[in-house]
């Protein structure tokens, strides 16, 4: 059973950044694709960004676009989610999610990922 875990979240003021990390146990991450969502408080979860098995293709959420920038390095097992400019409506339980094998594309809805990860907060507040 595929296994994904974040780490990297905690409280950051307005403006600052933060980065996360989703990494895989006793597999390889190279032929997933990685997904990053998040729930805050009385919300649903929404998705935040995704990126291709091979890096080649990402997509994010329109209130993320341009401050927040997926990537993942094979050589660690290991996708980043960095977030700059964070805002407070930005605070919410951010999880990872992954689907394989070998996927061209990635599709940031809930039903597309296969595994998911436990999750880790991020405040942002002053």
């Known amino acids: 059973q595929l296994q994904v875990v974040e780490s990297g979240g905690g409280l950051v003021q307005p403006g600052g950044s933060l980065r996360l990390s989703c990494a895989a146990s006793?597999?390889?991450?190279?032929?997933?694709?990685i997904g990053w969502f998040r729930q805050a408080p009385g919300k649903e979860r929404e998705g935040v960004s995704c990126?291709?098995?091979?890096?080649?293709?990402?997509n994010y959420a329109d209130s993320v676009e341009g401050r927040f920038t997926i990537s993942r390095d094979n050589a660690k097992n290991t996708v980043y989610l960095q977030m700059n400019s964070l805002k407070p409506e930005d605070t919410a339980v951010y999880y990872c999610a992954a689907r394989g094998p070998v996927q061209p594309k990635c599709v940031l809805t809930e039903t597309w990922f296969r595994s998911w990860g436990q999750g880790t907060q991020v405040t942002v507040s002053s």
């Open positions: 006793g597999f390889s991450l190279d032929y997933y694709a």
């Open positions: 990126i291709s098995s091979s890096g080649g293709r990402t």
